[in-house]
């Protein structure tokens, strides 16, 4: 397992855009596939987005696309995501997760990695 930290998070008004960041570090992070997944209260934790290892590949929830953008920085070991056009329904604690494996995956038990997650508040 990695050591994954996410950073970025705080409180938006509705329309607003914020940056997630999260940094790895105890692994080469150039061969792992990572993912976003959020979790709000009394939810349960949800995918948002994922990249593969190059960063060739991506995929998005459905309630996200078109409005976030995954990337990622294998030099600097680093993972972002972009929120643009923010809503109310997208307050929760935001999550990088990590995973060893070609590909993307979408299910949060295929990852084996996660940091402490960050939160993201918007206000309406």
């Known amino acids: 397992q990695v050591q994954l930290v996410e950073t970025g998070g705080g409180l938006v008004q509705a329309g607003g855009s914020l940056r997630l960041s999260c940094t790895i570090s105890?692994?080469?992070?150039?061969?792992?596939?990572m993912g976003w997944f959020r979790q709000a209260p009394g939810k349960e934790r949800e995918f948002v987005a994922a990249?593969?290892?190059?960063?060739?590949?991506?995929y998005y929830a459905d309630s996200v696309k078109g409005r976030f953008t995954i990337s990622r920085d294998n030099v600097k070991n680093s993972l972002y995501l972009e929120m643009n056009s923010l809503k109310p329904e997208d307050a929760a604690v935001y999550y990088c997760a990590a995973d060893p494996s070609l590909g993307i995956t979408v299910v949060p038990a295929q990852y084996d990695s996660w940091g402490q997650g960050t939160q993201v508040t918007v206000s309406s």
């Open positions: 990249i593969s290892w190059s960063g060739g590949s991506t």
């Open positions: 105890g692994g080469t992070f150039s061969r792992y596939r």
